[in-house]
Nanobody, 125 residues
């Protein structure tokens, strides 16, 4: 069982940066691949980024590649999403998710077993 709590969301202007954090419970955090997803009003939840349990490999959605960076600190049971050059279209609720690491970085939300409550990111133009 893994419990996830996101933080770091807020209201920023276009071009600004923001770092989201996700705190995870449990003693086997490094055995979980972690993902970030987002959901804008009226839209389906979409994949943002994912990272292997060891941190050795990452994957990004095309819309954020080059602007966002996912990272993790297994000693602190934390995963982060550094978001740079934010755009109004990045506005959404951002969710942290965990999936037992099977060697594949899934971009489908159905593959992830555990979810946080979400944190709102609003980017004004």
């Amino acid at each position: 069982q893994v419990q996830l709590v996101e933080s770091g969301g807020g209201l920023v202007q276009a071009g600004d940066s923001l770092r989201l954090s996700c705190a995870a419970s449990g003693r086997t955090f490094s055995s979980y691949a972690m993902g970030w997803f987002r959901q804008a009003p009226g839209k389906e939840r979409e994949f943002v980024a994912a990272i292997r349990g060891s941190g050795s490999r990452t994957n990004y959605a095309n819309a954020v590649r080059g602007r966002f960076t996912i990272s993790r600190d297994n000693a602190k049971n934390m995963v982060y999403l550094q978001m740079n050059s934010l755009k109004p279209e990045d506005t959404a609720v951002y969710y942290c998710a965990a999936d037992p690491d099977k060697g594949i970085l899934y971009s489908s939300s159905v593959e992830y077993d555990y979810w946080g409550q979400g944190t709102q990111v609003t980017v004004s133009s």
